[in-house]
């Protein structure tokens, strides 16, 4: 059976056709997988919390529910979008929310799962900053405010976070192989699945002699990026063309 992994849909009322797509993938193909794995990133907006009610969020909650309601099996990553998401994203959806760093067993194969941006470690000054974003008193502040004040702040967050990666060089900005290597030793893995850089693509290469894979999702901006897991078999498909096999 197919497990499913999507990433970095970046969902706003601004692209209505990728949302249609999304909650059209909800109640059609994505029912005859085995699981659905969202790894971070499903809105365009900063998660404002439990109480998030932002457009397009009533809809693909009810969407999320439906899917779960009808036996769908999804699991929810935290991406840099959705750091104040919370085991609250449960009831709210009927999911389960994984830690950053997730080990699923495919088809007898031990995989790792993370949102990617934690792999990007030469960023040191987005590395902090989500450090900062992490502390139990920043989390706890954040949540306590008023959500007209939360939702001003995080408004705030995105411009000048794209004015300071401005400044960054590709390289700082990427994800670092050294790190890869280092985390898939500790958790036990040849292979990697992420997304955050929107850089879709399949990397093969040597760990301690043994082959080791990473997979990266691509965005939903201008694509539609779906990463079908079949056996031993790993395709990256649209949703069209992952649509078209299901059938
Ligand atoms: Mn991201």
């Known amino acids: 059976m197919d497990t499913l992994f999507i990433a970095d849909l970046h969902l706003s009322e601004k692209r209505p ?3 249609a797509l999304f909650l059209d993938l909800l109640r059609g193909s994505a029912r ?3 699981a659905l794995y969202i790894l971070g990133d499903l809105f365009e907006h900063f998660w404002l919390g439990n109480d998030d009610r932002t457009p397009p969020v009533p809809k693909v909650l ?3 529910r439906e899917f779960c309601a009808v036996g769908g099996k999804l699991y929810i990553v935290r991406g840099n979008r959705d750091l104040m998401l919370d085991s609250g994203i449960e009831g ?3 999911g389960k929310l994984l830690p950053d760093f997730s080990v699923v067993e495919i088809s007898g194969k031990r995989v790792l799962l993370c949102h990617g941006d934690l ?3 030469r960023d040191v000054s987005y590395q902090l900053y989500r450090k900062f974003m992490e502390l139990a008193a920043i989390r706890a502040a954040f949540r306590a405010l008023p ?3 939360r939702s001003f702040i995080t408004s705030g967050l995105r ?7 401005q400044y960054k060089s590709p390289v700082s900005i990427d994800t670092d192989q050294l790190t890869i290597e280092r985390l898939l030793r500790s958790f036990g893995c040849a292979e990697l699945i992420h997304g955050h850089t929107h850089r879709p693509g399949m990397h093969d290469f040597l760990l301690d002699g043994q082959n080791a894979r990473r997979i990266v999702l691509g965005d939903w901006y201008d694509e539609d990026s779906v990463l079908l897991c079949r056996d031993g078999e790993r395709r990256l498909l649209s949703v069209a063309e992952y649509s078209s096999i299901t059938i």
Request: proline share 4%.
């Open 32 to 34: 005859q997988s085995k």
């Open 159 to 165: 411009p000048l976070m794209r004015r300071s990666s």
């Open 147 to 149: 959500y007209r004040l």
């Open 17 to 19: 056709e990728k949302l």
């Open 92 to 94: 709210l959806t009927g």
């Open 119 to 121: 792999l990007c470690s």
């Open 62 to 64: 009810a969407g999320l």
